[in-house]
């Protein structure tokens, strides 16, 4: 749970920066490896919202 916890603070620091690439890039290895983690929704609506920043339009509907 520490490893998982770290990288999710990680991609929320990014996030909350507004270093949507890198933020899209941790949330998503996030996703990927802890699968059953309880902050893998927050993890997807934020991947969208970066993409949509990003103007990444299609890409963040498809997450949506």
Same mark, same amino acid.
């Given at each position: 749970?520490?490893?998982a916890?770290?990288?999710?603070r %990680?991609?929320?620091?990014?996030? @909350?920066?507004? +270093?949507?690439?890198? =933020? /899209?890039a941790?949330? %998503?290895?996030?996703?990927?490896? @802890?699968?059953? +983690?309880?902050?893998? =929704? /927050?993890?997807?609506f ?5 993409? @949509? ?12």
């Amino acid at each position: 749970p520490e490893v998982a916890s770290a990288r999710f603070r %990680s991609a929320d620091s990014r996030y @909350f920066t507004k +270093d949507y690439s890198l =933020a /899209i890039a941790g949330f %998503s290895d996030f996703i990927k490896n @802890f699968p059953q +983690d309880k902050r893998v =929704a /927050i993890a997807r609506f934020r991947v969208g919202t970066a993409k @949509f920043y990003l103007k990444d339009y299609e890409p963040a509907i498809q997450v949506f």
